[in-house]
């Protein structure tokens, strides 16, 4: 549970909390926010150390709140929204450092005296949203309440409540993933706990053989109790029933002691996996994913089950030595080691190979999901079918947040028609796996919402809702899941905008959010992650820095922030041109996947650099003329061209070749073919340049076959030329030409591409200007030349 949670379970700690809150006015702000700051500050990985440091962060903390309060403010309940505008001014009239370090010292005084509490009593446990629960650092979440991973819980009576929250409960300690994907979460005063899988499990079977001994105990008290009750008129019946009352006392106390050594366990791995899951959604994006680490964590949730099954038991029996009437403390802990079953086989529930996020209609796909209880419980002996439907963002935030019962009309609420919807679980007895495979669905059909504004079809999200009912000795089990968000596109040419929704969800997905929303800003730190890793794992090179700082100029244009918003990222033309950033991005991602792979493997390609540095780089080379270099063309969406420096000593830059282009000829072709181009300029500073067929000659084609051609035909090639023009400003401009190739005289050699029109004067033009690009102006024999193609080009 939240710490303000356990803070506010003991009277006497929340009027000491809400009296040092109130100096500052800030006492309603912890209310409101109380996960949400917890969360924030206790992730920081950096403790301030001085001054300048604390008023960074403290500024830092004070825009992020902010920005938090405004996003609560588009919640659906009024009374909420006046609130938040209460906050808002209440913080605008409270300098960023003076609130910070008051929220951060009442932060470090709650740690204090919850964990004073801890040692005596246990704190209740608190029902979270299930969604919620998906996320990572929803570690955090449940101290043993609170509903698991993506999945509600439900018995046959009655549905489980869900509330909607704006953050996630806390821990003491723990481990998690940050809205960015990155690093442990350091808690206040304390060192980084690095929390490893079979350290967890030790400790579990450890508790576990510790719990085990009361057993012997526990059977002793049972048969004492028998005993009394069939010696009712013994002299020592007063004698024994004190001994009994000390024996039951003594189970209790082992009892709730047991419980409190479960409970952060249960913690620890509902943070794991939470983890996990946040990695699954970055591996969306590209990133490296492990996902073998469920299996770990599965084995631990199979240990967890045991456990709480037998200290179920456990205190079942000791419920039947009845005493006294009125028994509180065990009839609490019933019901709080019930929740925490109930909530750990809820958890274990999710989605462990999600679908494709951007979904086409009519496209079959799969699926998968996974139940981390494994053998448990027994349910593998009659597997439950799962069955499966979409669900509109709104249709998902009303289930998540008011916690619409699920019962046999939840089909009806389904956003489209998915053919092969359900499938059967199937146990695995050699790895113990217990899941439901969905091989071969298929959407046919989708409802989509009205449309606001500029908002399309590419903006609206949709997920997949799997969920099940089965029956675990005499209650019944209804758990669900939701994956992660998708995009539903009928034609290919909604890819690149679909893409850009889902990428920005999977980076900047808050931890805790009601589904599916997300911030409309991120800091450039945040983003450039993002595209770097998106770029990296479809082309198989990262960028670098001086790519990225290219990406920032482009994004910021004349402006300077450090925030990068959602429209600057997808929706707002770039300057002068008729796409966004993204759609340029995302064209030379594909352009680099399909047709340049090697080359920019290999750093034959510079890439991401503007026009006019990359002439400014050319100018300054020390190999002069020929030196030329591959820059993305900023003018067309997917084109790449070449710059090069002339035999005027001047820079030429070719007009752009896309796609289409390199169905004909490949780029490495075009480069053997065009003897003005000598050596390649490094993309790193600190390379030389590398001469032309060094660089690309493993990406040549051969150019002649070993079978002889069709007998009454003769071979053609094609070959790229650049015919130069004078552009406006004197400058020499290049325009690649695709010549239609002539019949050779001779099957072994090409002729030129040349039409009839071209005289006898250009083709000597021409023929010399390719040899002038491989004479060293130095050489008497090059002014006189390049004078004679001055003159036949006149």
């Not at 650099?609 to 997917?638: C, H, P, W, Y």
């Amino acid at each position: 549970m939240s710490l303000w949670k356990r803070i506010s379970s003991h009277a006497d700690c929340e009027a000491r909390m809400a009296a040092y809150y109130d100096e500052k006015g800030l006492f309603d702000l912890r209310l409101c926010l109380a996960a949400w700051i917890e969360d924030r500050i206790m992730s920081e990985q950096i403790t301030p150390n001085s001054a300048e440091q604390l008023e960074r962060v403290a500024l830092k903390f004070n825009e992020d709140l902010q920005q938090k309060l405004l996003s609560t403010r588009t919640a659906s309940d009024q009374a909420l929204k006046y609130r938040v505008v209460e906050l808002c001014t209440q913080i605008q009239r409270t300098s960023a450092l003076e609130l910070y370090t008051h929220l951060r010292g009442g932060l470090q005084k709650e740690l204090q005296l919850a964990t004073e509490k801890s040692v005596a009593t246990p704190g209740p446990s608190m029902p979270l949203s299930p969604y919620n629960m998906n996320n990572p650092a929803a570690a955090m979440v449940a101290a043993g309440g609170g509903v698991g991973v993506g999945g509600g819980y439900m018995d046959s009576s009655e549905l489980m409540s869900v509330q909607p929250a704006l953050g996630g409960g806390l821990g003491v300690i723990h481990n998690a993933v940050g809205a960015n994907g990155g690093g442990n979460v350091t808690p206040i005063g304390m060192a980084t706990a690095k929390v490893e899988l079979y350290e967890i499990e030790h400790q579990i079977l450890q508790y576990f053989n510790d719990f085990s001994t009361c057993g012997n105990s526990l059977k002793m008290l049972v048969q004492n109790y028998s005993y009394m009750l069939n010696s009712t008129g013994s002299p020592n019946a007063e004698e024994a029933f004190k001994c009994l009352m000390t024996e039951k006392a003594a189970i209790v106390t082992t009892l709730c002691r047991s419980y409190l050594c479960y409970e952060p366990l249960q913690e620890l791995i509902i943070s794991e996996l939470n983890n996990w899951r946040r990695q699954q959604a970055l591996a969306g994006n590209g990133a490296p994913f492990n996902e073998s680490t469920l299996d770990q964590i599965q084995r631990c949730f199979e240990l967890l089950e045991s456990f709480i099954g037998h200290l179920l038991a456990a205190v079942k029996e000791t419920l039947r030595v009845h005493i006294v009437n009125d028994e509180p403390e065990l009839n609490n802990l019933l019901e709080r080691v019930r929740s925490a079953q109930k909530n750990l086989v809820c958890a274990a529930f999710i989605v462990d190979k999600q679908p494709p996020q951007v979904m086409k209609t009519n496209t079959r796909f799969a699926a998968s999901v996974r139940w981390l209880i494994g053998s448990q419980l027994g349910i593998h002996n009659n597997p439950p079918t799962i069955e499966c439907i979409i669900m509109s963002e709104n249709q998902a935030n009303r289930f998540v947040t008011r916690g619409t019962q699920m019962d046999s009309t939840l089909a009806g609420q389904s956003s489209g028609e998915i053919q092969n919807c359900s499938s059967t679980m199937e146990y695995q007895q050699n790895n113990h796996i217990f899941s439901a495979s969905f091989r071969n669905m298929q959407l046919k059909k989708i409802k989509r919402a009205e449309k606001k504004g500029t908002e399309s079809v590419m903006d609206e999200k949709f997920a997949l809702f799997f969920y099940a009912t089965t029956t675990v000795n005499d209650y019944q089990i209804r758990v669900w899941t939701l994956s992660l968000p998708v995009v539903v596109i009928v034609h290919g040419n909604q890819e690149p905008q679909s893409w850009a929704t889902i990428t920005w969800d999977n980076a900047f997905a808050d931890i805790v959010r009601e589904p599916f929303m997300i911030t409309d800003r991120v800091t450039w730190a945040q983003l450039s992650v993002a595209l770097n890793t998106k770029f990296g794992s479809s082309t198989q090179r990262a960028l670098t820095r001086d790519n990225l700082d290219f990406l920032y100029e482009k994004l910021q244009r004349d402006e300077r922030s450090d925030y990068i918003t959602w429209n600057q990222f997808c929706k707002e033309p770039l300057p002068d041109r008729p796409f966004t950033f993204w759609e340029w991005f995302f064209a030379i991602m594909k352009l680099t996947k399909d047709h340049l792979m090697g080359m920019w493997k290999a750093s034959c390609i510079m890439g991401f650099i503007n026009k006019v540095k990359a002439q400014d780089d050319l100018m300054r080379s020390a190999t002069g003329i020929g030196t030329f270099l591959l820059r993305f063309s900023d003018s067309e969406l997917g084109g790449v061209t070449i710059a090069y420096v002339n035999e005027y000593g001047s820079v030429t830059m070719l007009s752009p070749w896309t796609a289409r282009d390199f169905q004909i000829l490949n780029l490495a072709d075009r480069i053997r073919d065009l003897n003005m181009l000598r050596w390649l300029h490094p993309s790193d500073t600190n390379a030389v340049p590398q001469d032309r067929d060094r660089a690309f000659g493993e990406f040549y084609s051969p150019r002649t076959g070993t079978n002889e051609p069709t007998p009454g035909y003769v071979r053609s090639t094609l070959h790229v030329q650049v015919r130069n023009t004078i552009g406006d400003n004197g400058s020499i401009i290049g325009t690649p030409q695709h010549p239609i190739p002539s019949p050779p005289q001779d099957s072994s050699m090409s002729m030129g591409n040349f039409d009839d029109s071209d005289s006898d004067d250009s083709s000597v033009a021409d023929a010399l200007e390719r040899y002038v690009a491989g004479t060293s102006p130095d050489d008497p024999i090059f002014h006189q030349i390049r004078a004679t193609i001055m003159s036949a080009m006149m």
